[in-house]
């Protein structure tokens, strides 16, 4: 396992589904975290959230950057799920539920850092430690 391999993208995006996971746990409303409020939302949060996790130990365990790339273009869409999820939560309260909490926040801070980190990962194809190839310049023929 190499950690330098890993690029800024799956650097924001394994922090972000560490947070993600983490806010599972802490309250979403008064008193009451994910796991307890919801039924099948958490544990789609929680995949999502290991998924993104998954791409940073990918990256660091791959040799060339193809994984990594299509990991992280699944992960981006799994992270716009996780927002809109959890955006579905913001705006609809359970039952008997009133107030948000941090944990909420953090979740759908947590989930567009995910979709954010995963869109930089796919976009910047470089990989760490690679050689460094040099292309000679051929002018071009003359008519």
């Given at each position: 396992?190499?950690?330098?391999?890993?690029?800024?993208?799956?650097?924001?995006?394994?922090?972000?589904?560490?947070?993600?996971?983490?806010?599972?746990?802490?309250?979403?409303?008064?008193?009451?975290?994910?796991?307890?409020?919801?039924?099948?939302?958490?544990?789609?949060?929680?995949?999502?959230?290991?998924?993104?996790?998954?791409?940073?130990?990918?990256?660091?365990?791959?040799?060339?950057?193809?994984?990594?790339?299509?990991?992280?273009?699944?992960?981006?869409?799994?992270?716009?799920?996780?927002?809109?999820?959890?955006?579905l939560?913001?705006?609809?309260?359970?039952?008997?539920?009133?107030?948000?909490?941090a944990?909420?926040?953090l979740?759908?801070?947590?989930?567009?850092?995910?979709?954010?980190?995963?869109?930089t990962?796919?976009?910047?194809?470089?990989?760490?430690?690679?050689?460094?190839?040099?292309?000679?310049?051929?002018p071009?023929?003359?008519?």
């Amino acid at each position: 396992m190499d950690l330098r391999r890993l690029r800024v993208g799956e650097w924001v995006t394994t922090a972000s589904g560490v947070a993600l996971l983490i806010s599972l746990f802490l309250p979403w409303y008064r008193d009451t975290s994910a796991f307890e409020a919801l039924a099948v939302i958490d544990v789609l949060l929680a995949l999502i959230a290991l998924g993104a996790i998954l791409l940073g130990v990918v990256t660091a365990l791959q040799q060339v950057p193809a994984v990594s790339i299509a990991l992280g273009a699944l992960v981006g869409l799994a992270g716009i799920l996780a927002v809109l999820l959890v955006l579905l939560r913001v705006v609809d309260l359970p039952d008997a539920v009133a107030g948000r909490e941090a944990g909420l926040w953090l979740a759908l801070a947590a989930a567009a850092g995910i979709v954010g980190g995963a869109a930089t990962a796919i976009r910047d194809e470089s990989w760490p430690g690679a050689p460094k190839t040099e292309i000679e310049a051929i002018p071009a023929p003359r008519p």
